[in-house]
Nanobody
């Protein structure tokens, strides 16, 4: 079992930046693919980004490409999501995810590739 705890959310103005962190309670997660999903009330949950266990491969949804960057520090069992040029439509609860196999491309949008989830951290972007 992999337990994930997110932090770093908050309120920011449009155009601002935030960095989310997700720490795993299990060292074995260093061999896991890690990712981020988000969900705004009244909307479907959507994929944001994913990174392979080595950090050598990443995938992004088109709506965050070029603005968000996912990275990881396996020595700290932590994955990060750096977000810049935030927009009001980025407002959501951001969930960290983990899975045993890297998803790659469209496969990352499938929630079944992300069997472990954190409780989420709220990001609110004001206009």
């Amino acid at each position: 079992q992999v337990q994930l705890v997110e932090s770093g959310g908050g309120l920011v103005q449009a155009g601002g930046s935030l960095r989310l962190s997700c720490t795993s309670s299990r060292r074995a997660s260093s061999s896991y693919m890690m990712g981020w999903f988000r969900q705004d009330p009244g909307k479907e949950r959507e994929f944001v980004a994913a990174i392979s266990w080595s950090g050598g491969s990443t995938s992004y949804a088109d709506y965050v490409q070029g603005r968000f960057a996912i990275s990881r520090d396996n020595a700290k069992n932590t994955v990060y999501l750096q977000m810049i040029n935030l927009k009001p439509e980025d407002t959501a609860v951001y969930h960290c995810t983990a899975g045993p196999l890297y998803c790659s491309g469209l496969g990352c949008f499938e929630e079944r590739r992300h069997p472990f989830w954190g409780q989420g951290t709220q990001v609110t972007v004001s206009s």
